[in-house]
């Protein structure tokens, strides 16, 4: 059995201020919340104060970016040590909207994954096929290839570390939703391909979630999918009720 995950990107969004307002609203709304492991990733910024509120709960912390190295002339930049150090449990690595607008790659990705799992953090690790990519027929070879770059490397053991997540870029903050069926087919087609990278039990045991616009009324049709293990949700993470409605899925 693999437990779920409903995990919040929180993007550019919220004060340290309303990030604490968020997780005082959630707290109650999911405190009895069982078998679904929920995660929430605010800002840098704000980490370290959330972390103390989620001190007492059954919510994980997740930054939305590390870097490979531990340490150095590295400006700007945070290693997954001190993203730890901050109360992290989880990173999230490779977002559409890093690779987008950031020059995220495949060989960034596959750093950042193995630096975040030598640190002890489980990484959240996106790929997904755009509108064009899609409409010419290449979901598979650009998700296989997303994969197989972001994993490359990787033993089947520290794959226990990795959730991945299928977000079709076209579905995100847009309204448009995979159907369950477009969803699943996508999500069976990386379960397969895991399996044929690190063998059969690695694939059973990986989570992989769906992202793009989940919503609370679109959450249990998702779910109800064999191999949709869970949510990355962006914008209904940004209010406690519509997210709580999703990690709450199954009541
Ligand atoms: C995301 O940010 O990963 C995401 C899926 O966003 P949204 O739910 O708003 O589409």
Not at 19 to 26: F, H, T
Not at 111 to 118: D, L, P, Q, S, Y
Request: charged share 20%; glycine share 10%; hydrophobic share 45%.
């Amino acid at each position: 059995m693999r437990t779920p995950v409903i995990a919040g990107n929180w993007k550019l969004f919220k004060t340290i201020a309303e990030a604490m307002a968020l997780v005082d609203g959630l707290k109650p709304l999911v405190a009895g919340t069982k078998g679904v492991e929920i995660v929430v990733a605010p800002v840098f910024t704000a980490l370290s104060r959330v972390a103390e509120a989620l001190a007492d709960s059954n919510i994980r912390l997740a930054a939305q970016d590390c870097y490979w190295e531990e340490e150095g002339a590295f400006t700007g930049e945070v290693a997954p040590k001190l993203l730890k150090d901050a109360g992290c449990s989880h990173v999230i690595i490779g977002h559409s909207e890093r690779r987008q607008y950031f020059g995220e790659t495949d060989e960034t990705v596959n750093k950042k994954t193995r630096a975040a799992i030598a640190a002890g953090l489980t990484a959240i690790v996106c790929v997904g096929e755009t509108l064009a990519e899609r409409e010419a027929g290449a979901t598979f070879a650009v998700v296989e290839t997303q994969i197989s770059g972001g994993l490359a490397g990787l033993s089947a053991a520290s794959l226990e570390q990795v959730v991945i997540a299928y977000e079709p870029v076209w579905a995100i903050g847009t309204g448009k939703t995979a159907s369950d069926t477009q969803a699943q087919e996508v999500h069976a087609f990386i379960r397969s391909l895991v399996a044929k990278l690190f063998g059969n039990s690695a694939a059973d045991a990986v989570r992989i979630l769906y992202g793009g616009s989940v919503k609370p009324d679109n959450v249990k049709g998702l779910m109800a999918q064999a191999d949709i293990d869970g949510a990355l949700v962006g914008g209904a993470s940004l209010k406690a009720d519509s997210f709580a409605a999703i990690a709450n899925f199954g009541a």
